[in-house]
């Protein structure tokens, strides 16, 4: 028996989904897979500065959307940060990748305990961002996810050529003219976006889960890039509803982490599958 | 290009100095040297395509790359794609396409029939659908050829493009070149085959820190010049052109 809450949970979960495959698609395309990780785990800073800001303004520590704006600054610096560190210091993209990712975190640990101690036990609701808690969904929720899929798919449609030309080649791109400097900054924002509308459903440690593996999954099979980003759109969703499902049937499982497992599944299946038909072709 | 100095830091640091030469259209030059010295890295400071900002002057048709970007292409080695990237053979033509209208717009099928005319003219027509992954490398490097003709670019420069190619590949590769010269357009290629070079191309530009030979294949590439630039160039700056 499947109730409101469910089927909301399920809407929101969805196009989640939907969206951070798409999204993901083209990150991974552009060799920024980690920046997901990055953002991620810098929207936590955030949240714990934004509620501390609430604290202090008097607006009160949950006030969403001061966190959301928060975690959104937090996040956005962190994935922008990590480009130009890996030209200047000659860190390379995973040293400035790893840097970036364990110097916010550690941050936010930081400020999260200062949380702590501060506000007697009014973080409870701020724990749940970790790993995200779809289950406890509402509607304004379903509607903010909804805004910002349209936004996202909308942009991601105007600048699927561009994103494919720098992706697959950048100086060609740049003798080209292809303004790539603003296309980069503009993927970076998108994947913003997907993770701060991801850390509700999946929390700042999973949420790369949602971004990075149904994209990775629609990678083994042959296509362009734009078949491949609807594909893991599909996948994206399909996991989302099973990870839903399955923690509804298993209600000790949390959802964030019923989802990620379905993706991972999927994927190694997939995998599988693949060599298996690699292997065959080669025989044949 | 004038003067052309380009590095990836310090001025005096710079790999290519007072680099000049003028390309003549329909001709296909080649751009020799031992390795490390520089060949690439002047083609890429000639494209902008340089951390640092390149002292001297290159133009283009009379003009700054910047304004005429579309009669302008650049064909990257091989190595520098992760052919792993989800698009055909055709997906990659079109963004030759793209390159020339601009990647707002929609490519027509105009477009596609432009991208398709450019395979065919590689000799690649029959993969079109083919993922790139599943290319061999000569077809690969064909592939980037295409992207530049779908383009309709005059001048085309290219990065090593016989690099780990085998005879048949480098022949097919060398034909297109020589096909793409008759209608005009100008070739400007970084190769290390010299003996290709002596037989197929119109000129040689000798780099090594800086231009120490310009002209005929033949007279460029004698074997005493080679031994000077190639074994023993302890100043080549003192032959600068």
Redesign the interface.
Known sequence: MIGANTMLVLAGCALFGAVSGATGTFVLARRRALVSDVAGHAALPGIASGFLLGEVTGLGGRSPALLVLCATITALFAALCVAPLARLRRLGDDGATATMLAGSFGLGAALLSIVQSHASGAQGGLQTLLLGSAAAMRTSDVVVLTVLSLIVVATLTVLARGLAMVAFDEEHARVAGVPVRALDFALIVLLVACVVAGLQVAGVVLVVAFILTPAATARLFAGSLRVTALRAAMLGTATAVAGVLASRVLPTFPTGSAMTLAASLVFFTALVLHRKHKFAERVA | MRNFSCGYGARDADVVRDASFTLESGSMTALVGPNGAGKSTLL?GL???L?VTPSGEAQFFGHP??AV??R?????QRA???W?????AL??AT?GV???LG??R??SREGRTTAMRALATVGLEAFAET?IGELSGGQQQRVLVA?ALA?DAQLLLLDEPFANADMAASTKLLATLRALAHEGRTILAVHHDLASVRAHFDRAIVVAGAIAADGQPREVLDPSQLAKIYGIADSPEGNAA
Do not use: C, H, T, W
């Not at chain 2, 792993?84 to 055909?88: D, I």
């Open positions: 890429k494209l902008g395509l951390p790359l910047a970007r579309a302008v292409a650049f064909v990257p520098e794609i992760d792993n990237f989800p698009a055909s997906d990659v963004m793209a390159a020339r990647v707002f929609r490519p993922q992207r383009a």
